[in-house]
């Protein structure tokens, strides 16, 4: 049974799985997933990414809105708003809301988050081993220009990104603890056996960027004698989803296919797809020392997405043979 | 102003309030609330008196249920019970929910219980000073044959009242954390500024007996200056509302308006209303050394409990004299 590690972030990584699932039902999938994005709020604690992959692989997503639960009702937003206490951007519906009641329930009784994770998956059934990328606490931090006036500022990523919806410059990305941060139980062990590493269309910076982050899991990664194949998450010089081209420029990286795999370099990943109009990149990554393919990279749909996932496992062989 | 301070547990003491507040809008109203029934669910500290009065008070109260948030939805509660996450038997809505995460949140900050209280009251606007009896954790715990058969087990009051309906022999009733509590700020100060003290028709012994529990509310109620008026929770022999005979029996007392007065004794409470169908009682708790009055204590509507408080600050008028 072939052992394939993914780096995920939220709803690319999400929905590039779910591709992969049906290209490869066979294969034993150990996801890692951003915890850099979690947040606390309400008191409670929220892990967005890890819940959108195991909402979506599990069957309860918001499917038009990639993230958050189907069939949501907002009683507990609406009456916490009554009360006058926020954030009121940060949309938790009352469905999400029991996520969050288990895991914090769960972590105040002192089980760490990769044993709540695992026990929020009995009821799931992803599919796929979910790991968080650490036990310990990371938090994306922005530094940004203060929306308020007068110098800058760093706010959490959630509130960069879902409040200010990236619309103020960002000069860098802070992943806050991640230094102290040891990988999840698993996490190196799983890296460690794969047969193939993937790097999904996800965020580069603040989603596969940041489990990198963790020490140990970048060096696990560019020491694995396994194939390591990226997919670009830039099609055409702008990000398929989201605002990745933003947390690019604040690294320096411009939003460029090309880019993006000489960000990550040949040290770490071996391959790399682009779409088929960022074809006149391949010899660019190429001539970075990354094997490089382009293909339809647009997850339209679960067979297109499975097509995606296909070509980048036959790109990892590729780089082996 | 008339300055009354009433210990109330939750339905009959929240529907007594509203009548009250009805018979004497202008009055500065304080109500000394049983947190003894507060159970952590869900790691949410909840708290069903002083939410019931608040709720009441507010405007905010499922009326036909006595307890809870009208138009109340069950989302979480669903998703909890998917999760495997109980327990199942005790209702909360989403509505409720919102309420035990403000308060689980700000507790959580370092926030004592009585402000947190003020806050959540701040939107309520029950109309009535609500303090709980004590910011100090104490939780009513019963005497039971084990359900599950062999021996005798200390259950939560909440277990013993809303899963097990009461309907298993309860021997003793521990309010457990009691001696070591201190009163809440403001109640003996309330206690000692009073012109009346009330006792509704409250359960004597898990509401009305467990705020008397608190080491000095007892002492201050009986050391006041002013009348000490209640009203009894038994007509005809059997409880207007739950299971107070049960717990009655526990403490070794009988479930006659009489017995109840007595209960308390003269040293506590100086006046005593008994229902109509109860007059044959007068005699007995007047020899106790109680002021007695038969009166419709039915609270079946705001007005009929407007006239039994009337009728209760018309005794302590007499008791005064």
Redesign the interface.
């Known amino acids: 049974m072939q052992r394939i590690v993914v780096l995920a972030g939220g709803i690319g990584g999400a929905r590039f799985l779910r591709g992969l699932k049906s290209a490869v039902p066979d294969a034993e999938i150990t996801v890692i997933g951003n915890t850099g994005d979690d947040i606390h709020l309400?008191?409670?604690k929220v892990c967005p990414d890890l819940d959108t992959v195991m909402y979506t692989l599990g069957g309860g997503i918001h499917e038009e809105q990639g993230w958050g639960r189907s069939d949501?009702?907002f009683?507990?937003?609406?009456?916490?708003a009554?009360?006058?206490?926020g954030p009121e951007w940060f949309g938790l519906?009352?469905?999400d809301?029991?996520?969050h009641?288990?895991r914090?329930?769960m972590t105040?009784?002192g089980y760490p988050l990769s044993a709540v994770t695992e026990?929020?998956c009995?009821?799931w059934q992803p599919g796929v081993r979910l790991l968080p990328m650490t036990d310990d606490r990371v938090e994306t931090h922005v530094l940004v220009d203060d929306p308020d006036g007068g110098g800058r500022k760093a706010v959490h990523f959630q509130e960069y990104w879902v409040r200010l919806r990236a619309s103020v410059p960002a000069h860098a990305i802070i992943p806050v603890g991640a230094e102290e941060a040891k990988p999840a139980p698993g996490v190196l062990e799983a890296l460690a056996a794969a047969d193939v590493v993937l790097f999904p269309p996800s965020n580069p910076v603040v989603s596969v960027g940041t489990i990198l982050a963790v020490p140990g899991v970048r060096e696990a990664v560019a020491a694995s004698k396994a194939p390591v194949v990226g997919l670009s998450p830039i099609v055409g010089d702008a990000p398929v989803r989201g605002m990745a081209d933003k947390v690019l420029a604040a690294v320096g990286v411009e939003s460029t296919a090309a880019a993006v795999a000489r960000h990550y370099g040949s040290d770490l990943i071996d391959g790399w797809l682009v779409d088929t109009v960022d074809a006149g990149a391949v010899p660019e990554v190429e001539a970075a020392g990354i094997r490089c393919r382009a293909v339809p990279l647009m997850m339209t749909d679960v067979e297109a997405t499975a097509r995606m996932a296909a070509e980048a496992l036959a790109l990892a062989e590729e780089v082996r043979a």
């Open positions: 309400f008191g409670l949501e009702t009683a507990v937003k609406e009456e916490l009554a009360y006058g206490v519906g009352d469905r809301f029991a996520t009641i288990v914090t329930q105040g009784a026990a929020l009995d009821r």
